[in-house]
């Protein structure tokens, strides 16, 4: 056995041959974090070291008109006059929430939108539409993100603290003002990290590995995510190539 060297961290992986990555460059930075890209037999990607926020955009039961009776905070969602992750009667931010019915999968929370979306479902008021953060292991970038990869592209995502992996697809735009290093609560329960949108998440020790033009901008199943996710990452190289992609 080997392990992968990160600052802190050692990650035991099975000891294998490998040919060299055929580039890794500088790709972007955020903030305090820097993207670095790679390649590995005809597969492209850029990798980032970062904590993990948990997002609950797209859950069900993500916000509610009584503040603490939603998984999240209503401070994550918006204010009056500008709700940016609420369906609203207007369809404009300066709307009213909309608030789910009688029918829908929670009645009496508020519809949260993600900025991936089911376009078959052509009424925001439809909490179907959107990308349920509770179900499906998603991601969010920056807007600068978005100069290298697009909303439904794959992504692994690396738990360095105990070696849990998980497939992820890109779901959700942040704002510039956030630190990057985002996902939701179903991604941050694959890897074994606290999910509760409130308090949960970690300050460091997750790697990302986001797959640039390999989705088709629509929502996927989990179990289509995972089985995708998988195998783009065993064709850059899997976890004995993490360390030569890492700077």
Same mark, same amino acid.
């Given at each position: 056995?080997?392990?992968?060297?990160?600052?802190?961290?050692?990650? *035991?992986?099975?000891?294998?041959?490998?040919?060299? *990555?055929?580039?890794?460059? $500088?790709? !972007?930075? &955020?903030?305090?974090?820097?993207?670095?890209?790679?390649?590995?037999?005809?597969?492209?990607?850029?990798?980032?070291?970062?904590?993990?926020?948990?997002?609950?955009?797209?859950?069900?039961?993500?916000?509610?008109?009584?503040?603490?009776?939603?998984? %999240?905070?209503?401070?994550?969602?918006?204010?009056?006059? &500008?709700?940016?992750? #609420?369906?609203? @009667?207007?369809? =404009?931010?300066?709307? $009213?929430?909309?608030?789910?019915? +009688?029918?829908?999968?929670?009645?009496?929370?508020?519809?949260?939108?993600?900025?991936?979306?089911?376009?078959?479902? *052509?009424?925001?008021?439809?909490? &179907?539409?959107?990308? %349920?953060?509770?179900?499906?292991?998603?991601?969010? #970038?920056?807007?600068?993100?978005? +100069? &290298?990869? =697009?909303?439904? %592209?794959?992504?692994?995502?690396?738990? #360095?603290?105990?070696?849990?992996?998980?497939?992820?697809? /890109?779901?959700?735009?942040?704002?510039?003002?956030?630190?990057?290093?985002?996902?939701?609560?179903?991604?941050?329960?694959? /890897?074994?990290? %606290?999910?509760?949108?409130?308090?949960?998440?970690? @300050?460091?020790?997750?790697?990302?590995?986001?797959?640039?033009?390999?989705?088709?901008?629509?929502?996927?199943?989990?179990?289509?995510?995972?089985?995708?996710?998988?195998?783009? !990452?065993?064709?850059?190289?899997?976890?004995?190539? #993490?360390?030569?992609?890492?700077?």
């Amino acid at each position: 056995m080997v392990a992968i060297a990160v600052p802190g961290v050692s990650l *035991p992986v099975p000891q294998t041959a490998a040919p060299k *990555p055929t580039r890794i460059v $500088r790709l !972007f930075q &955020h903030q305090d974090t820097v993207a670095w890209s790679c390649a590995s037999s005809g597969v492209n990607a850029f990798i980032y070291q970062a904590g993990m926020a948990v997002d609950a955009d797209g859950a069900y039961r993500a916000f509610h008109p009584s503040n603490r009776r939603g998984l %999240d905070s209503l401070d994550h969602a918006g204010y009056p006059g &500008h709700w940016w992750a #609420l369906a609203t @009667d207007t369809g =404009k931010a300066s709307g $009213r929430p909309v608030v789910q019915r +009688k029918g829908d999968p929670a009645p009496g929370y508020y519809v949260s939108m993600t900025s991936l979306y089911d376009a078959t479902i *052509p009424s925001e008021r439809n909490p &179907h539409r959107f990308v %349920d953060a509770a179900h499906v292991p998603y991601i969010v #970038l920056p807007p600068v993100g978005f +100069k &290298h990869a =697009k909303l439904g %592209d794959f992504a692994t995502v690396i738990n #360095l603290r105990n070696g849990k992996l998980a497939g992820a697809i /890109l779901a959700e735009q942040s704002s510039s003002e956030v630190r990057m290093g985002e996902g939701s609560i179903a991604l941050a329960k694959a /890897l074994g990290i %606290d999910p509760n949108p409130r308090t949960g998440g970690v @300050d460091d020790g997750v790697v990302y590995v986001i797959y640039p033009r390999t989705g088709n901008g629509k929502p996927r199943h989990p179990t289509e995510i995972a089985a995708i996710s998988q195998h783009l !990452f065993r064709a850059l190289g899997g976890l004995h190539r #993490l360390k030569s992609f890492l700077p």
